[in-house]
């Protein structure tokens, strides 16, 4: 079966760290490299989780650290959800994994000049690295498959009551790969609060066993202690993982091509995506929104990515 070429662009970050885990485990998944964004937490912590994770699972795979703040605005992090560290009470390995000697943005450019197919290109986290990428290295947009991303939402935001975080920590770089002309496939919180574990799936994936149920576990335990306190929920969206997810298996889900667009004058509503579902703008139709999973699917590609990885 013909391997997915991909590079991954994230921020980990728990839910991050199980995307990582699926991309990982799967023999389909061409990883051409990871690359790490400011978000979740600061860029050292975020690329120190992204290294020990790679070193942990796929010492092969290349890594590089990206930019360290947004375009323009001050860096807003989430160590209420994610921990100080990024990773929750997860406590990885120590290795001997090195970084690239190059930029996040270097390391795109050399993997898609080197590449004869076209790379997709996922991104977890803020766009900022994808966004100055596009800005320094506009040639090599045709080298580029599609993006799939995970961001926005159309029910409202978890950051502010119309934003998301990953746009909302920079909606320009956003807007910027919005309107990069290469097709995108967005997991907003419309999809991705429907893909959550429970907390006897949780227990369920811990008694798997292994480093990789380890980091499962504690990742996700981190972010359902964070749900329980803040929303009171025993359910946890495992929001990054949609995006691998998707390339492993798109019939999980069920979207709508539609415009995709962000707001960056608002005074409120600041790094709300507009997602015109009902075509109201009449503007292109830039990317497919996924709307629907089937949890079941979902959380049995999750086990079977820890069953993999057991070790
Ligand atoms: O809003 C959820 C997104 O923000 C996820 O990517 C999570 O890791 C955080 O980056
Ligand atoms: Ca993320």
Redesign the pocket.
Known sequence: MKKIPVIID???????AI?LLLAFASDRMDIKGVTVSA??VNINNTTENARKLVGAFKPELKIAKGCEKPLFKTIVT?PE??GESGLGSVRLPETDKKLEGITAIELIAEILKESEEKINIVI???MTNIAVFLMVYPELKSKIEKFII??G?SIGG??TPSA???IY?DAEAADIVFKSGVDIVLCP?DV?MKAFVTEKELGEIRNIGGLASEVAYGAIKTSLDFYKEFYQKSEV?M??PCTIAYLLNSELFKGERVFLGTELKGEFTYGETIIDYRNKFGQEKNALVLTEIDRAGFITLIKKTVETLNK
């Open positions: 994230c921020d980990p970050g728990c839910d991050d995307a978000g979740n989430a959800v994610h977890t986290g803020p995970m961001g939402s978890n950051v998301e975080f990953n920590v919180l991705t969206p929001h990054d």
